[in-house]
């Protein structure tokens, strides 16, 4: 069966970075895009990246463009954030999800990992 | 860039239907057919309810049903029943080759 397990969070000081990572399995990783999605503590669900089957597009939002690194290791079946100046409204449960098919949504989420940045 | 509009809450009894709006632009909701759904319950993940506007994947009851006009996407409950209770998230994909999700309704079973 499917699965997405992020790891990587925990509580960091403002301007420093961090990285989170989402080990798949249960499909072949390198036929689907892969995104990243954040919810803030009881707010509701923000996209911020996306990575292309191939690791050749990506694209952010907005509110991380600049800062947000997104990348994939299809030979270990690994997605990664790198996330740089972060602030303290990057506070969010981090979550990895795998993209049904070319833009119609996500299928399968991981549990989350939860970023917390305060100093 | 900014959040698909959707009602804070929206309630019913078991048994009735309600419909919930996700609203856009042409940017997105009304510019193709890539809008889909999600539902979550506290402390767990989302999960996909509804894709490409009208389409259900497997294992998601048929009281779960999508539908678009315009800039503003639906989803309707059939048969409203207690485990329907949870927030409900639109997402669309857009022009700038980026998605967002929508506001979130939370969904009260009376």
């Known amino acids: 069966q499917v699965q997405l397990v992020e790891s990587g969070g925990g509580v960091v000081q403002p301007g420093r970075s961090l990285r989170l990572s989402c080990a798949a399995s249960?499909?072949?990783?390198?036929?689907?895009?892969m995104h990243w999605v954040r919810q803030a503590p009881g707010e509701g669900l923000e996209w911020i990246a996306v990575?292309?089957?191939?690791?050749?597009?990506?694209y952010y939002a907005d509110s991380v463009k600049g800062r947000f690194t997104i990348s994939r290791d299809n030979s270990r079946n690994t997605l990664s954030l790198q996330m740089n100046s972060l602030r303290a409204e990057d506070t969010a449960v981090y979550y990895c999800?795998?993209?049904?098919?070319?833009?119609?949504?996500?299928?399968?989420w991981g549990q989350g990992t939860l970023v917390t940045v305060s100093s | 860039q900014s959040a698909l509009t959707q009602p804070a809450s929206v309630s019913g009894s078991p048994g009735q239907s309600i419909t919930i709006s996700c609203t856009g632009t042409?940017?997105?909701?009304?510019?193709?057919?890539?809008v889909s759904w999600y539902q979550q319950h506290p402390g767990k993940a989302p999960k996909l309810m509804i894709y490409?506007?009208?389409s259900r994947p497997s294992g998601v009851s048929s009281r779960f049903s999508g539908s678009k006009s315009g800039n503003t996407a639906s989803l309707t409950i059939s048969g409203l029943q207690a485990e329907d209770e949870a927030d409900y998230y639109c997402?669309?994909?857009?022009?700038?080759?980026?998605?967002?999700f929508g506001s979130g309704t939370k969904v009260t079973v009376l």
């Open positions: 999800a795998k993209e049904f098919s070319d833009y119609t949504g996500f299928d399968y």
């Open positions: 249960g499909f072949t990783f390198s036929r689907y895009g």
């Open positions: 990575t292309s089957s191939d690791g050749r597009l990506k």
């Open positions: 042409s940017s997105d909701v009304g510019g193709h057919n890539y």
């Open positions: 490409d506007v009208t």
């Open positions: 997402s669309s994909y857009t022009s700038s080759r980026i998605y967002f």
